[in-house]
């Protein structure tokens, strides 16, 4: 067992950065591809053709800077706190998701949706509640 | 292509990957400190074993699959389906990692699987 340690306003905050930095991130994609339209991959030039038109997206390419500020946040916040602390958190990214694509992009999303990612929030914070290790620290 | 075949890579590719990943840290063991030295010596480490290859290849491909995902499907549906991947990933860290999951875990993978299910059947 870890001793206790205090959380600081550090941790918060980077998992502020991650609750809002990964979603953000799905959702510029969501952004990018949209407005790429109907992806065709063969033949081989058209293949290339969709991947140009992907790589030339501003979207797409901020999509992955949140990424990785997403995942930047989490290998730090990991070192900074305990996996099973942190992992509860992250399913709140599931509701964020939903919710920007609801203010950004205009999505509709059913009640029954809603309740559904609901449901996934909480059985991910379970996951995350149960302890990550399951063999002992020598 | 159909539509489902995407979402199967990004569960699945995903998972594998981290799976593969996760396999390759392990023989490469903790990571000593943060400082950007050490970091690239556990880089340069990582990538001479296979598994870590085979990992970030398939990353890539979930990747791809999410973007094809994507322009098909609005992303507060795409997302909370590949939700998906923690119940893959508890029954590949069964098989493949040889881990215990417990009763708790299972209960949350399954509530996982339920949300996934409610999130297609409100589809509109």
């Given amino acids: 067992m870890m001793p206790q340690r205090p959380l600081h306003l550090k941790t918060y905050l980077l998992i502020a950065v991650m609750a809002i930095a990964g979603p953000l991130g799905n959702v510029l994609l969501g952004k990018g591809m949209k407005h790429i339209g109907q992806l065709s991959v063969w033949p081989l030039p058209e293949l290339f053709h969709t991947g140009m038109k992907i790589f030339a997206s501003g979207s797409i390419w901020l999509g992955i800077a949140s990424l990785i500020a997403f995942f930047v946040a989490y290998m730090l916040v990991l070192s900074l706190a305990d996996y099973s602390f942190v992992q509860p958190a992250s399913s709140l990214a599931y509701g964020v998701v939903a919710l920007l694509g609801y203010l950004m992009l205009g999505e509709r999303v059913s009640p029954l949706r809603w309740a559904g990612i609901a449901v996934i929030c909480l059985g991910v914070f379970v996951v995350g509640r149960t302890n990550p290790r399951t063999t002992e620290r020598v | 292509m159909p539509h489902y075949v995407l979402f199967a890579l990004i569960v699945v590719a995903g998972t594998g990957g981290e799976?593969?990943?996760?396999?390759?840290?392990?023989?490469?063991?903790?990571?000593?400190?943060?400082?950007?030295?050490?970091?690239?010596?556990?880089?340069?480490?990582?990538?001479?074993?296979?598994?870590?290859?085979?990992?970030?290849?398939?990353?890539?491909?979930?990747?791809?699959?999410?973007?094809?995902?994507?322009?098909?499907?609005?992303?507060?549906?795409?997302?909370?389906?590949?939700?998906l991947s923690y119940v893959a990933g508890a029954f590949g860290g069964v098989a493949f990692l040889r881990e215990r999951v417990s009763p708790h875990r299972w209960l949350g993978v399954v509530l996982v699987a339920i949300g996934v299910t409610l999130v297609i059947l409100g589809k509109n």
């Fill in chain 2, 19 to 83: 799976l593969c990943v996760s396999r390759a840290m392990q023989v490469v063991g903790e990571v000593p400190s943060f400082h950007p030295a050490d970091i690239a010596k556990v880089i340069a480490r990582a990538l001479r074993i296979p598994w870590m290859w085979l990992g970030v290849g398939m990353m890539a491909t979930a990747f791809f699959a999410l973007l094809g995902a994507l322009s098909i499907y609005n992303v507060s549906f795409v997302v909370p389906v590949t939700a």
